[in-house]
């Protein structure tokens, strides 16, 4: 059975700093599109940012200034660094992984950013 484990997140006051980190069973881990989406209290599951299997790349608009997500496939994890946090990045934050049929997420981590 696939899992996708997070842990990292907590309280953290604005301006302040955390790293997500999703571990995944998966055995073809290097080969899947690994992502973050967040879900602020009220709104909807948004996306956060995606890394291949080439390590490339992107970002919801806004967040790239702030956001790095990276992945070691030799520990099969992905991470997501958060600095210069803001109330509005409060929010339950999912490990999402993807590979042609494959789409499987983990049961969220939250992350509260206040004083």
């Known amino acids: 059975q696939v899992q996708l484990v997070e842990s990292g997140g907590g309280l953290v006051e604005p301006g302040g700093s955390l790293t997500l980190s999703c571990a995944v069973s998966?055995?073809?881990?290097?080969?899947?599109?690994m992502a973050w989406h967040r879900q602020a209290p009220g709104k909807k599951r948004e996306f956060v940012a995606n890394v291949d299997r080439s390590n490339v790349t992107i970002y919801a608009d806004g967040l790239e200034s702030r956001f790095t997500i990276s992945k070691d496939d030799a520990k099969k994890t992905v991470y997501l660094r958060m600095n210069s946090l803001k109330p509005e990045d409060t929010g339950v934050y999912y490990c999402n992984a993807r590979l042609r049929g494959d789409n499987c997420w983990g049961e969220g981590n939250q992350v509260t950013v206040s004083e």
């Open positions: 998966l055995s073809r881990f290097s080969l899947y599109d």
